[in-house]
Structures are given as C-alpha cells and as structure tokens.
C-alpha cells in the first residue's frame, strides 16, 4: 500500500481512519531498515515519549498512594478506554447509521460482564464491609445470593435485544460486532480482572508486577535506542536483540531490589479483606519478615559486609522478573501483529508518543494472569485455614444462621470443656 492511499473494502466503501492510526510508509520494509538506533527524528520522539511516561508514572505512584479502591477504578477506567479503542477498531460509519443503538448493546454487555467478574471478586469484602449494619448486611447478602441470577439475566436481554435488532443485508456485520464484542470480554477484559484480584491479596502483588512491566518497556526502549543493530522479530521491526536482553537483565535484578524495597511497607504487603479506604497494619507474613543470608567467600572479599537480609519474597520475585522479561513481551508482539492485521500504526492515539491505551496494557494483560496464578500457586496456603472458613460462614449463611451455627459451637466448646474435667 503507497503512502496517502486509504484502505478500500470488498463493497467499494471508504474506509477512513485518523491520521495518527494510519500505518507509516516503512511497516512493510524489510525487518531491521527502521531500528531506533537509525531513525533521524529519534530524539524529537523521544522527548514526547519521556513526557508522556513522567505524567503516567507520576498518576500512577499518586494512585497506588490512595489505596485499593483508587487503584481499582483506575483499572476499571483503563478498562473502559481498551473497550472504546477496540470497539472503534471494528466499527463502519455507514453501518452504524442503519442500526440506530447497536452500539449501546456492546457497551451493555461489556458492563454485564464487568457486573459478574467484579461481583465475584468482591462479593466477600462487601459483605464484611456492611455486617456491623443489619439491613444492609441483609440486603448485601441477598443482592450476593441473586448476583448470578441478575448478570445471567441481564446477558439474556442483551442476546434477545441483538437477535431483535437484525437487519437484512446486515447480518454479516451485526454477527461480526457480536462476536468482536466477546472477543474482547475474552482477551482483553478477563485477562486485565486478574489485576483486581491481585490488588486485593495486597497491593505488593499489583505493583510488583506491574513495575516489571514498566521497567521493562523503559529498559528495551532505551538499549534499543541507543546499542540496537540486531532485529529482534519480523512484527515488531524496532525492537532488536540488544533490548531484549538489555531489559531482561535490568528487569530481573529490578525484581529482586524493588521486592524488598516494596515488601517493607505493610500497606502494600496486607490483604483488603473490605472495601474500606485506610491504609492497613498487619502481622507480616513470612514472606516479608527479614532473613539472614552469609555470603560465601570468594564474594564477600568484594563487599565490606559478610551477610545480608533477603526477604523470601525476593526469591519469588525473580521468578516473576523472568517471566516479565521474556515472555510478557510476546503480549506486545502478539498486539504489534494484530495491528498489521488492521493496516493501523496505534489502537489509538490518548497518550502522546505511546499511541493508545491497549498499546500500554499489551504486556500488563499478560503480567496480570500469571501474577495471580503464580500467587495463588506458589503463595497462598492451600490447605483449609480459619479464615477461608469464616469468610465461607459469612458469604453463605444468613445472619440468622450464623446466630444458630454460633449457639450450637458453643454448646459443643462447653460440652468438651465439661468432658475434660
């Protein structure tokens, strides 16, 4: 395709674009002929870049300052934008005049889905939230009782409103946006829930990872710009061997200095077991508490000291760290691919220099699935505990039967203390 030319489908329509998402003239050159390295406006990129990346930071440390709650609707927000850029992706002006609402029915089933997944998530916390307030802790619990109910209901009007609103000749493009609509619940919305789910076994679990990702970016950004010469893979002509590994290396030893770094802050390392706002104290868990590590010889003839204090959590950490820099990265090529699909250079155009919002959380989507599963695998105790049985007491019991449950241990605690003496 020469440059300037638009895109035409097999029906002779136009299909236009923004001029910041259209592909530059270079996309389909040989691999390696457009690396940061070689590129003349590389410093003017740069600098917009390095702007953008301060203020995302800079929100992002005041965010994670407020708390879970805060962090959580920010990831509800990013959400939300991911959703409008993949929407537009697949979108046809023409189209779109003939089916007055249709794109309402999208965003109703997105936020359908966003009902259930959080709901599920959070249900627990909601309820210890209000069970010191009788009514809305009996409330809350019927409103947990019937949240599946609701949602299913809820998907059931969006399926019946879209079998309603097909039109003929149309069918081909209302079956497309159906199916790209859970596409993108699939790939995009499911995967970015995970994120929640860690910000709420303790903000260490959210952060972590999501500095890896960061750190990463920066990293292979950085090399590439300046030591870059080697292309890297064919869907992604600017990155190149030498920030590959410049960036694994950063981001492995990263991983190990920002664990302790973060692990010492109880605020981070707790679980919300609400949805309250203060920041929380707890009883560190082992994996926060400080161990002494000895040196072996040969290396403490470098260092002035003989031993050091790890947290065990570093070690974990680098398993993360490793995952962060050689396999979230495919997130990334996996998007560059599905951008080439589209003959477009960005999902989007919200953050100078960075392109759009799916452009930024390609790596975080995949960082955030593995986080929980290495978390819940590796971390959390597996066997039944105190805790995960209350949680199940007050989840599933009404108040009256908790009230019941509560009478009848008592009985059998003085039926044994009698038993004993």
């Known amino acids: 395709m020469n440059e300037g030319t638009v895109p035409v489908t097999h029906t002779g329509r136009v299909r236009r674009r923004k001029g910041s998402n259209e592909v530059p003239a270079d996309v389909d050159q040989p691999n390696g002929t457009k690396l940061l390295a070689n590129d003349q406006n590389k410093y003017k990129s740069m600098l917009v870049r390095a702007y953008s990346?301060?203020?995302?930071?800079?929100?992002?440390?005041?965010?994670?300052?407020?708390?879970?709650?805060?962090?959580?609707?920010?990831?509800?927000?990013?959400?939300i934008f991911m959703a409008k850029e993949l929407f537009n992706l697949l979108r046809k002006a023409h189209e779109d005049k003939q089916l007055p609402g249709f794109r309402l029915l999208n965003w109703h089933i997105f936020f359908t889905a966003m009902l259930f997944v959080y709901g599920r998530i959070l249900s627990q916390r909601l309820v210890n939230t209000v069970s010191t307030d009788k009514f809305w802790y009996k409330l809350v619990g019927n409103l947990i009782r019937y949240h599946m109910a609701a949602c299913y209901f809820l998907y059931i009007t969006g399926f019946v409103w879209f079998i309603l609103s097909l039109k003929?000749?149309?069918y081909k493009y209302q079956f497309g946006q159906y199916a790209w609509t859970h596409m993108i619940l699939i790939v995009v919305f499911t995967q970015s829930s995970f994120t929640v789910a860690n910000i709420f076994e303790g903000i260490f679990w959210f952060l972590l990872p999501a500095s890896l990702i960061v750190i990463n970016d920066i990293a292979a950004y950085i090399f590439g710009f300046f030591f870059g010469r080697t292309p890297l893979i064919k869907l992604s002509p600017k990155k190149t061997w030498e920030g590959f590994i410049g960036a694994s290396v950063t981001t492995i030893i990263s991983a190990f200095v920002l664990a302790n770094f973060f692990g010492r802050f109880q605020w981070l390392t707790?679980?919300?077991?609400?949805?309250?706002?203060?920041?929380?104290?707890?009883?560190?868990?082992?994996?926060?508490?400080?161990e002494r590590f000895e040196l072996p010889g040969w290396l403490s003839e470098w260092f002035p000291w003989t031993e050091?204090?790890?947290?065990?959590?570093?070690?974990?950490?680098?398993?993360?760290?490793?995952?962060?820099?050689?396999?979230?990265?495919?997130?990334?090529?996996?998007a560059s691919g599905f951008k080439r699909a589209f003959n477009?250079?960005?999902?989007?155009?919200?953050?100078?220099?960075?392109?759009?919002?799916?452009?930024?959380?390609?790596?975080q989507m995949v960082m955030?699935?593995?986080?929980?599963?290495?978390?819940?695998?590796f971390i959390v105790a597996q066997s039944v505990s105190l805790g995960m049985i209350l949680d199940q007491i007050v989840m599933n019991l009404s108040?009256?039967?908790?009230?019941?449950?509560?009478?009848?241990?008592g009985q059998i605690i003085k039926d044994r203390q009698f038993g004993e003496s």
């Not at 999902?347 to 930024?360: A, E, N, W, Y």
């Open 53 to 79: 990346t301060i203020w995302m930071i800079g929100g992002f440390i005041f965010v994670v300052y407020m708390g879970h709650l805060y962090i959580w609707a920010m990831i509800v927000i990013i959400q």
């Open 168 to 170: 003929k000749k149309m």
């Open 270 to 290: 707790c679980p919300r077991k609400d949805l309250s706002t203060g920041w929380l104290q707890c009883d560190p868990d082992p994996l926060f508490k400080p």
């Open 308 to 334: 050091i204090h790890i947290l065990p959590v570093q070690w974990h950490a680098l398993g993360l760290g490793l995952f962060a820099s050689i396999i979230a990265p495919f997130g990334g090529f996996f």
């Open 344 to 363: 477009i250079k960005d999902f989007g155009d919200s953050i100078p220099g960075h392109g759009g919002m799916t452009d930024r959380m390609d790596c």
């Open 368 to 377: 955030a699935v593995f986080a929980y599963i290495y978390h819940q695998s």
């Open 399 to 409: 108040y009256d039967e908790q009230r019941e449950l509560y009478s009848k241990l």
